[in-house]
């Protein structure tokens, strides 16, 4: 089979939201990476975070405008895979999908400044603590409004998908990140030592299995864009 420039369009696009999917989570583990049970990850998080070294958390917020792009190039390669029947309802996945991942540079890079906070303010009392919540609630706030266009784009490309509007097999929609990210939580149910990194890295781990799923399932496809 002949191999045309969009499709290997595709494919590389399609590695690279991979790759960034991978990167937001290696910077999850700046973060916070430690070995444990998944129902003890918030002890283990602060543990964690207030033993780092101020270089440690730099480099876990600064992968995420990285990160982020190489995301956004993974979410072309999703974009060619549901154009060719519907080219309006691809765009509006994309752009969906691209809002995200501005979010998520944005969340990612802020949790620098919260894992700062943790580790100088820890059980000390106002104003240091009061900092703390200020940061831990403006960026709740940011991840939330960021993952309102998350949704949207993952529901679209789950209805595209359950009608056979794109290249993907209807399996695959069990590999919808939405559908991912909704049952994350249960990681708290896994033991050590992994149970703690599957929960820290839960949101990106299920972007970077919808990425893992995206390729295998349309590596052989032939995608011609349309409009």
């Avoid at 691209?98 to 540079?105: P, Q």
């Avoid at 706030?141 to 309102?148: E, Q, R, T």
């Avoid at 993952?154 to 509007?165: D, H, M, P, Q, Y």
């Amino acid at each position: 089979m002949t191999l045309n420039s969009t499709d290997l369009t595709r494919r590389i696009a399609g590695l690279c939201g991979l790759a960034g999917a991978l990167l937001f989570f290696a910077g999850d583990m700046f973060f916070y990476g430690h070995f444990g049970s998944g129902a003890d990850f918030s002890a283990g998080l602060i543990n964690t975070v207030t033993h780092a070294s101020d270089a440690r958390l730099y480099a876990g917020g600064l992968v995420g405008p990285f990160a982020a792009c190489l995301c956004i190039l993974g979410f072309w390669h999703v974009y060619l895979n549901t154009c060719s029947a519907s080219p309006f309802l691809a765009r509006a996945i994309l752009v969906c999908f691209s809002v995200l991942m501005i979010f998520g540079s944005a969340v990612h890079t802020l949790w620098t400044a919260r894992g700062l906070a943790l580790k100088y303010c820890c059980a000390q009392s106002a104003p240091c603590s009061d900092l703390t919540a200020s940061i831990k609630s403006y960026w709740s706030l940011a991840y939330n409004i960021g993952s309102i266009p998350g949704y949207l784009g993952a529901i679209l490309l789950l209805g595209l998908v359950l009608f056979r509007r794109t290249n993907y097999p209807r399996w695959t929609v069990l590999a919808n990140p939405a559908v991912l990210i909704l049952i994350s939580p249960l990681a708290s149910y896994i033991t050590g030592p992994l149970g703690a990194v599957f929960v820290g890295g839960s949101t990106n781990l299920s972007i970077a299995t919808f990425f893992l799923v995206s390729l295998l399932s349309s590596w052989n496809s032939t995608t011609t864009p349309s409009g």
